[in-house]
């Protein structure tokens, strides 16, 4: 992803609100899937990180991404930008620039 590309996904990010939070018991099987499956349908998502839960947002970031597929757009205090394309192209929302 170059810069260019992960700047407009940061524009777009910042007036969505969180869709998921993570919570004390981290990263559980059912929270990945829930994950993927947000992906798939908005291919843009965030994801809170919430104070009960004492894992570093950096690494459950790039935990969930390479569980998701997905990139990293970017981890801000206790939220987390994912980015996955959609499989479908009639599916795809997001046009990203070259």
Do not use: H, W
């Not at 981290?26 to 992906?39: H, I, K, M, Y």
């Amino acid at each position: 992803m170059t810069t260019k590309q992960r700047a407009c996904l940061k524009g777009l990010a910042m007036t969505m609100e969180p869709i998921l939070q993570i919570g004390k018991s981290s990263l559980t099987p059912e929270l990945t899937a829930a994950v993927d499956e947000a992906l798939e349908a908005r291919e843009l998502i965030k994801i809170s990180v919430l104070k009960n839960c004492f894992d570093d947002s950096r690494q459950l970031a790039q935990t969930l991404a390479e569980r998701t597929r997905s990139e990293v757009v970017q981890v801000i205090g206790k939220k987390i930008v994912l980015y996955r394309q959609a499989k479908d192209e009639k599916k795809r929302k997001i046009v990203l620039p070259n």
